[in-house]
Structures are given as structure tokens and as C-alpha cells.
């Protein structure tokens, strides 16, 4: 059986996160400067651009402060993955394209709906909390602008 994850791109999948996460350009995940330089490929996955940020010295790659970031499961598998639900595949159709059990693809999925930028923790909140609902589809929709602009909400003003 042909498995679809043996077709795919490894620099396309890395691509696509880094639109995904910074259609603007690229950011420091630490302290959101844009003064950053490319600094050499990751040791094991030879697609993962690594970045130097001058704003605060701290190395970072494309898949820093992501959902992604030290995962068993592939990026690419999390990418094919990202991609059938865009065609509004269940969660048993997915598991059964990737081989997968349906109960990981399940954690991967609810993953995903809420964006590949990994939330940080919250700080004091005051006032009136606003709501996570309003994001849940942004990661599935294929919608770079509302999953960047979680991200910045929850750096910014959380
Ligand atoms: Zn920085």
C-alpha cells in the first residue's frame, strides 16, 4: 500500500510551518524580534532552518515554541494530517491513511485545531478573559493569519 507521507516533501512540510507561523517574516519566539539570522541546519532533519536572534541572543529553529517541537510523530505525518482534515476527513478515515491508531490521530487533530503555535502559559489575567472558542477552527481552516494572530495574542496580551 502506497503510504502518502512517503510522497511528501520534507522542505515543503518545513515551508509550510514557517508560512504558517510567520507569514510576516521571521520572528524570535522568545522576545518577537525580527532581527534574526539564519544559523545552519538542524544536526538530524536537514530541512530545519535554525535562526540566531540578535534581539536576545537565543538560538531558535522552525519548529520552536510549535505544536511540532519534539514530537514522536513526523512532520510530515503532522502536515498530511493538517491537510486531511482541510478536506474534512474524520479522524478514522485519517488513522487509516496514516496507518496510525485512531487514538493518536484524535490528540493530533484536537492539536492542530488550536493552532500550531504552542500557547504560553498564561500570566496574571485581568478583567474580562477572553475566550480560546473563537480560535479553535483557525488551525484546519488553512487560515495563517488567525493562527499567527493567536499567537500573538497569547504573547502579547495574556
Ligand atoms: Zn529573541
Known amino acids: 500500500m502506497i503510504n502518502i507521507r512517503d510522497l511528501i516533501d520534507d522542505a515543503k512540510c518545513f515551508q509550510t510551518v514557517r ?45 520552536t515554541g510549535t505544536i511540532f517541537a519534539g514530537r514522536h510523530e513526523s512532520l510530515r505525518t503532522w502536515i498530511v494530517c493538517l491537510y486531511f482534515m482541510g478536506l474534512n476527513l474524520s479522524t478514522l478515515q485519517i488513522a487509516r491513511e496514516l496507518d496510525m491508531n485512531r487514538g493518536d490521530v484524535q490528540a493530533m487533530v484536537q492539536q492542530l485545531r488550536q493552532g500550531i503555535v504552542e500557547r504560553r502559559p498564561a500570566v496574571v489575567l485581568e478583567g474580562e478573559v477572553e475566550c480560546d472558542e473563537v480560535y479553535v477552527v483557525a488551525g484546519h481552516k488553512g487560515n495563517p493569519d488567525a493562527v499567527q494572530k493567536k499567537g500573538e495574542s497569547a504573547g502579547v496580551d495574556a
Open 19 to 63: 508560512e504558517m507561523r510567520w507569514p510576516n517574516g521571521v520572528t524570535c519566539p522568545h522576545c518577537d524580534s525580527a532581527s534574526v539570522v539564519k544559523d545552519g541546519r538542524d544536526d538530524t532533519q536537514t530541512e530545519r532552518q535554525r535562526y540566531l536572534c540578535h534581539g536576545c541572543q537565543k538560538r531558535f529553529d522552525d519548529l
